[in-house]
């Protein structure tokens, strides 16, 4: 699971890319499916943050 948050980091970085700068609001939470669980994150592109509240594993 730790391998599929680094993803989700990589992936928020690169959609976000001056997250400082963002002027948006934040994105609402949500749930990300990987193989074999599940996250509930959300990300704060001017924190510049992933905030993982949960993990599931199946």
Same mark, same amino acid.
């Given at each position: 699971?730790?391998?599929?948050?680094?993803?989700?980091?990589?992936?928020?970085?690169? &959609?976000?890319?001056? /997250?400082?700068?963002?002027?948006?609001?934040? @994105? !609402?939470? *949500?749930? $990300? &499916?990987?193989?074999? /669980?599940?996250?509930?994150?959300?990300?704060? @592109? !001017?924190? *510049?943050? $992933?905030?993982?509240?949960?993990?599931?594993?199946?």
């Amino acid at each position: 699971m730790e391998k599929k948050a680094d993803e989700l980091v990589r992936a928020a970085a690169a &959609l976000y890319l001056d /997250g400082t700068a963002y002027q948006g609001s934040s @994105p !609402r939470g *949500e749930n $990300v &499916l990987v193989p074999g /669980g599940m996250f509930f994150c959300q990300v704060v @592109p !001017r924190h *510049e943050r $992933v905030y993982i509240f949960q993990i599931t594993v199946w």
